[in-house]
């Protein structure tokens, strides 16, 4: 005689009270996550480098915008530290050969994407311990995971996000903290839609071909993610059942790491 199984419903995720802070909030990936987190009860601070699209989107979510250049110390030292989810989002990118990239903007780009959340996390985590609760979203990238030519600045600062989160992650595991990277393929964003000019000049094709032949190549699942479906994640990860999920990268990408 077998005994009747009750499986409860998965509980939404619900963040009513809790803070977060969405780096890159304006556009993108991180506009989408600060909907959903506004839309799962959370109150969002939505900073970006663009203040009129931070505002747009706090005003929209019913969230606080901050105007941030997140390769600035000082202004990063200035976002709020009393948050229960941190989502490390804004980026940028520079398509060149290693003999061509200007290193200046290689610097630019460490600071922006692996500088600025280290010093997120340094001001932010003391609250998460004292709460007992956080959440740490890193966007990251396939590129977290792998590389591609003509992008060293991009794929070493992703690189650089990944063992930033893991390593917070094991020190925030005794304080009910966990931190994940999310890691997608091409995502229908500005930023990638900027780089189809740049990946055309560098790979000598015409600017139709190449999200065919270069950015969707090594994906089976042949389109781009919207930024919706990683948002959903991230929101995921902020749920009741994701307490156990730390340390790791999730990749949305299409299957390509499955080649």
């Given at each position: 005689?077998t005994?009747?199984?009750?499986?409860?419903?998965?509980?939404p995720v619900?963040?009513?009270?809790r803070?977060?802070?969405?780096?890159?909030?304006?556009?993108?990936?991180?506009?989408a996550?600060?909907?959903?987190?506004?839309?799962?009860?959370?109150?969002?601070?939505?900073?970006d480098?663009?203040?009129?699209?931070?505002?747009?989107?706090?005003?929209?979510?019913?969230?606080?915008?901050?105007?941030?250049?997140?390769?600035?110390?000082?202004?990063?030292?200035?976002l709020?530290?009393?948050?229960?989810?941190?989502?490390?989002?804004?980026?940028?990118?520079?398509?060149?050969?290693?003999e061509?990239?200007p290193?200046?903007?290689f610097?630019l780009?460490?600071?922006?994407?692996?500088?600025?959340?280290f010093?997120?996390?340094?001001?932010?985590?003391?609250?998460?311990?004292?709460?007992?609760?956080?959440?740490?979203?890193?966007?990251?990238?396939?590129?977290?995971?792998?590389?591609?030519?003509f992008?060293?600045?991009?794929?070493?600062?992703?690189?650089?996000?990944?063992?930033?989160s893991?390593?917070?992650?094991?020190?925030?595991?005794?304080h009910?903290?966990?931190?994940n990277?999310?890691?997608?393929?091409?995502?229908?964003?500005?930023?990638?839609?900027?780089?189809?000019?740049?990946q055309?000049?560098?790979?000598?094709?015409?600017?139709e071909?190449?999200?065919?032949?270069v950015?969707?190549?090594?994906?089976?699942?042949k389109?781009?993610?919207?930024?919706?479906?990683?948002?959903?994640?991230?929101?995921?990860?902020?749920?009741?059942?994701?307490?156990?999920?730390?340390?790791?990268?999730?990749?949305?990408?299409?299957?390509w790491?499955?080649?």
């Open positions: 005689m005994s009747e199984l009750h499986v409860a419903p998965a509980a619900d963040l009513s009270g803070t977060a802070l969405v780096t890159g909030g304006g556009s993108g990936i991180g506009r996550c600060a909907a959903a987190l506004a839309a799962a009860g959370a109150l969002v601070h939505v900073a480098i663009e203040a009129d699209a931070a505002e747009d989107v706090a005003k929209a979510i019913g969230g606080r915008a901050h105007a941030v250049d997140l390769a600035d110390p000082e202004a990063v030292r200035a709020p530290a009393e948050v229960d989810v941190l989502v490390n989002s804004a980026g940028l990118q520079h398509v060149a050969a290693i061509d990239f290193p200046d903007r610097e780009i460490q600071r922006v994407m692996v500088t600025a959340p010093l997120l996390l340094r001001q932010c985590l003391p609250h998460m311990y004292a709460g007992g609760w956080g959440r740490v979203v890193n966007i990251s990238s396939v590129h977290g995971l792998r590389a591609s030519a992008k060293s600045a991009y794929v070493a600062a992703k690189h650089g996000l990944e063992g930033l893991k390593v917070a992650a094991i020190e925030g595991a005794a009910g903290v966990t931190s990277c999310v890691n997608p393929g091409y995502v229908r964003t500005p930023l990638v839609e900027r780089q189809i000019g740049s055309a000049e560098a790979h000598g094709i015409a600017p071909d190449v999200v065919t032949d950015l969707l190549k090594r994906s089976a699942i389109r781009l993610i919207e930024p919706e479906e990683v948002a959903a994640v991230a929101v995921w990860l902020c749920g009741p059942h994701t307490g156990y999920v730390t340390g790791s990268s999730i990749p949305l990408d299409g299957g790491g499955a080649q």
